[in-house]
């Protein structure tokens, strides 16, 4: 992985993204072996690899991480600038009952204090998550479980999926499906919140000057994206520049205005 990465590094590439089924699990099937890079040893566990990415001196950016408790300890690297403050962690649901018939762990309080805890250690933090509707047996009940959740835990990026059968899935075995319309509802009304709480959160960046990677030109602006914003699926900053920039490049960008997704703003000199 290291020697990947440091050959993307080498060939000019200003972002890696470390993705994976789930990172946070990263070395268990190594059992956590000790290996070599630029004559250091460098054992395989998901925090000494977030350590040795982040002497890279280019954007890190973490996917899939499990909230396992030794991803607390990733938070620190982050505040020190190793690994950009951006956690991309798929709590799937926030119910109990519902967890555990996905087979995940999940303790919403405890999740909600780690939250808490990662945003007091680290005030940049972003994290995006993913969750499912309409899992066989999800009852009203469940769902407002995880409406409450949102509300508190006030993510900054969220996606969400109805669920639907895959073939070999044990859970299509599972009583109790949930109909079709319902799983709609149900998402259109999951939706709806979180893009009240996205906005508000995306709001505060307003006057704030942000890093921005310019990526693209359309016919009156340039587009990028900042720490807060993984590509392909996280909004954009769209910037008002009448000087030409560099695609590829750094700059430091005013931000002057949001919306529901993006960040406006113009380049600081």
Not at 149 to 174: H, I, K, W
Request: negative net charge; hydrophobic residues 40%; contains cysteine.
């Amino acid at each position: 992985v290291m020697q990947e990465a440091q050959h993307l590094a080498d060939a000019g590439v200003k972002e890696i993204l470390v993705i994976s089924q789930d990172t946070s699990a990263y070395g268990v099937d190594l059992k956590y072996r000790t290996e070599f890079w630029q004559g250091q040893a460098l054992r395989s566990r998901f925090i000494d690899l977030a350590k040795a990415l982040g002497q890279l001196g280019i954007w890190v950016r973490l996917h899939y991480v499990y909230p396992y408790p030794h991803v607390d300890e990733v938070i620190p690297l982050m505040t020190q600038g190793l690994v950009l403050p951006y956690l991309d962690i798929p709590f799937q649901h926030a119910s109990p009952r519902i967890l555990k018939l996905m087979k995940r762990p999940g303790n919403r309080e405890r999740v909600l204090e780690r939250i808490q805890s990662w945003r007091e250690i680290c005030p940049d933090l972003v994290i995006r998550s993913t969750f499912i509707v309409g899992f066989p047996g999800e009852t009203e009940s469940d769902f407002q479980q995880l409406l409450d959740f949102l509300e508190q835990a006030q993510l900054d990026r969220v996606g969400c999926f109805m669920y639907s059968p895959v073939e070999g899935a044990t859970a299509n075995e599972l009583p109790d499906p949930v109909e079709e319309d319902v799983k709609q509802q149900r998402y259109d009304r999951f939706m709806q919140l979180q893009q009240k709480i996205s906005t508000a959160r995306l709001r505060r960046r307003i006057g704030q000057t942000l890093q921005v990677l310019i990526e693209s030109r359309d016919e009156d602006c340039w587009i990028g994206r900042s720490y807060a914003d993984a590509p392909e699926i996280d909004g954009l900053v769209i910037i008002n520049a009448e000087d030409d920039l560099n695609i590829g490049e750094f700059y430091s960008v005013k931000i002057t205005d949001t919306d529901e997704y993006d960040c406006y703003g113009v380049p600081v000199r």
